[in-house]
């Protein structure tokens, strides 16, 4: 797509730690860039049921990928292990083993990212990398600051768009049906050899992708699909972003991990997987599972939010972001409407969010 519209891009293959292999875009310089590349890189983190194309999907006036690389930043968009990318392994086959899917937030935080931010520095001959995460991928920061400190040391800046972290106040009721749905059918879906959910192909993507096609659907029911998964935001997506977006959302991910979301509803801490009393003991040594130390996310760090964001509400970025201790800036979104979807697919990312993080990427780059 980036070399479709005149980016200079490339693509890239990561082995993580415990041996998945994962695919990272680059574009090393956007088409409108006319001045030299700032440094140092900046890596751009999806979220839940994504992949990199997100950042993409509403063209170059107003996908994120795009219009970061105008700024003559070079660019990297990762995929974690489970999306339609970064579904390969070293010995285990995602079609046949159990143990490909084993797999939540932790892994994605404690490997993947590491991984590719290690990549990125060796690749480049950086001594460091701004950070931006949109979701998931600022629940995935989190967990890998406060799990591996020692990255905290790699990272300029991080800009946390909508982080994700616990999800006590999420006011989406078909989210919170998705994940309480996948935390109570576990044991049902794992006896039944299912292992992977929504995944690119699957029954929900392919009758999206095939209905979504159609302009007038695309305008209509499509739009309240999207709106009844966040909140709605009329006017914001382009009705040629959904006929696009839908050709590759969801992406996939594992049911372990969905029901992670799941139990993160119903907590109040922000926590690794929880097995049970008997299960915990096994894996951590103690009946609960372990709260992820926020105080250890010691990287300088700007959220960006929305008001009307029913994913990760209000309160439970503001919870999030008060535990943290480097804290520059929280920066609400200007339009009152603003929710969790517009951040990849709305048309005014360029006006709403572009500036913030310019701002905080000229400040850590040169």
Not at 48 to 72: K, N, V
Not at 137 to 148: D, K, L, V
Request: proline letters at 5%.
């Amino acid at each position: 797509m980036a070399i479709e519209h005149g980016y200079e891009a490339e693509q890239h293959l990561v082995t993580t730690e415990d041996g998945y292999i994962l695919t990272m875009f680059r574009i090393s310089k956007g088409k409108n860039c006319k001045e030299p590349i700032r440094k140092p890189p900046v890596l751009l983190m999806h979220g839940l049921l994504m992949s990199s194309d997100s950042f993409m999907d509403s063209g170059p006036d107003a996908g994120l990928a795009y219009l970061i690389s105008d700024l003559c930043y070079d660019l990297w968009a990762p995929n974690i292990r489970g999306n339609y990318y970064s579904k390969q392994h070293i010995k285990l086959n995602p079609s046949k083993d159990r143990e490909f899917w084993d797999f939540s937030n932790f892994e994605f935080g404690y490997y993947d990212i590491p991984a590719s931010l290690n990549y990125i520095l060796s690749y480049t001959k950086s001594d460091k990398i701004n950070y931006i995460g949109y979701s998931q991928g600022g629940s995935t920061f989190f967990i890998m600051n406060s799990e591996r400190p020692e990255y905290n040391d790699k990272i300029g800046v991080g800009i946390l768009l909508e982080p994700g972290s616990k999800h006590t106040y999420t006011r989406s009721q078909l989210f919170r049906w998705l994940g309480d749905t996948y935390q109570l059918a576990l044991p049902t879906l794992y006896q039944a050899g299912l292992y992977e959910a929504l995944p690119l192909g699957g029954f929900v993507q392919e009758a999206a992708s095939f209905l979504c096609k159609d302009y007038a659907l695309a305008d209509f029911a499509c739009k309240v699909a999207l709106g009844l998964i966040d909140s709605f935001h009329p006017g914001s997506i382009k009705t040629e972003t959904v006929r696009v977006l839908f050709g590759h959302f969801p992406a996939g991910t594992s049911v372990k991990n969905m029901a992670w979301y799941g139990q993160a509803l119903n907590v109040d801490e922000f926590q690794n997987f929880d097995y049970g009393a008997t299960g915990n003991l096994q894996q951590y040594g103690t009946s609960q599972p372990p709260v992820f130390n926020l105080s250890l996310v010691e990287v300088p760090v700007v959220v960006i939010h929305g008001r009307h964001d029913y994913l990760t509400s209000p309160a439970d970025v503001e919870w999030v972001t008060s535990k943290l201790p480097n804290v520059l800036e929280q920066f609400y979104v200007e339009d009152p409407m603003w929710n969790h979807f517009d951040i990849t697919y709305s048309q005014f990312t360029g006006r709403s969010i572009l500036g913030k993080i310019k701002e905080y990427l000229d400040e850590f780059s040169t």
